[in-house]
């Protein structure tokens, strides 16, 4: 079976910019959640998808946004970006909402300038 | 609220025993669960403790005591490709609008 896929692995943006970052799941997977990570504040969670429709959110601001289509294929977006946002971004998958094991994708590294 | 603590950095050397604690401060979560994660590379799961007590998965063991807000990731025989950082994490149980938890990570140096 194939793992977590993400894309784009790296991605260069400037300040006020707008990214989607694309997560495609272990196939059978309807459960998708997405963390950011820095080495000031560790791994966050910024939200989760199941069944196509966002099941948790994580203290983030509006900026992040996500979806999920019915393939359970995530993408997540980050409008007006700024310099903060640099970070790896990871998403995982689990076969159901809340299972005690998630499968994390290589993740995406965004720098912002 | 929900928040763990975590040695920031542990060193052993080869084949010895090393082990990583978790303290937590949580109202009431499903379980206790552990990742591994080299430097560039994505957190992979290593064990995860339901209720409390052992879990043994070959080299690596899982303790948890939920009347001690407290649990550990024993890692014996080490071995130098154990050198990464670990993470314990949580799923909080209620509306606190999480999936998980994390730890802020133990970073493990194995020396020859």
């Known amino acids: 079976k194939a793992g977590v896929t993400q894309t784009p692995r790296y991605l260069i943006k400037t300040r006020g910019q707008q990214v989607t970052l694309s997560c495609s799941p272990i196939?059978?997977?309807?459960?998708v959640s997405w963390y950011q990570q820095t080495p000031g504040q560790g791994l966050q969670f910024l939200f989760e998808y199941f069944s196509e429709t966002q099941r948790n959110k994580g203290n983030f601001p509006g900026r992040f946004s996500g979806r999920q289509f019915s393939n359970s294929r995530s993408e997540m977006n980050v409008s007006t970006l700024e310099l903060g946002d640099s970070a790896l971004y990871l998403c995982a998958s689990s076969p159901a909402s809340g299972g005690n094991e998630q499968f994390f994708g290589p993740g995406t590294r965004l720098t912002v300038l | 609220g929900q928040s763990l603590e975590q040695p920031s950095e542990v060193t052993a050397v080869e084949g010895a025993i090393v082990q990583i604690n978790c303290t937590y401060q949580?109202?009431?979560?499903?379980?206790l669960s552990w990742y591994q994660q080299h430097d560039g590379g994505a957190p992979t799961f290593l064990s995860y403790?339901?209720?409390?007590g052992l879990e043994e998965t070959g080299r690596f063991s899982s303790f948890l005591s939920r009347s001690d807000s407290y649990g550990y990731l024993l890692l014996q025989e080490l071995q130098m490709k154990d050198s990464a950082s670990y993470f314990c994490a949580v799923r909080p149980r209620g509306n606190y609008g999480q999936n998980f938890v994390f730890g802020p990570g133990t970073r493990l140096s194995v020396l020859p």
């Open positions: 403790n339901a209720l409390d």
């Open positions: 949580t109202s009431g979560f499903y379980g």
């Open positions: 196939s059978g997977h309807r459960s």
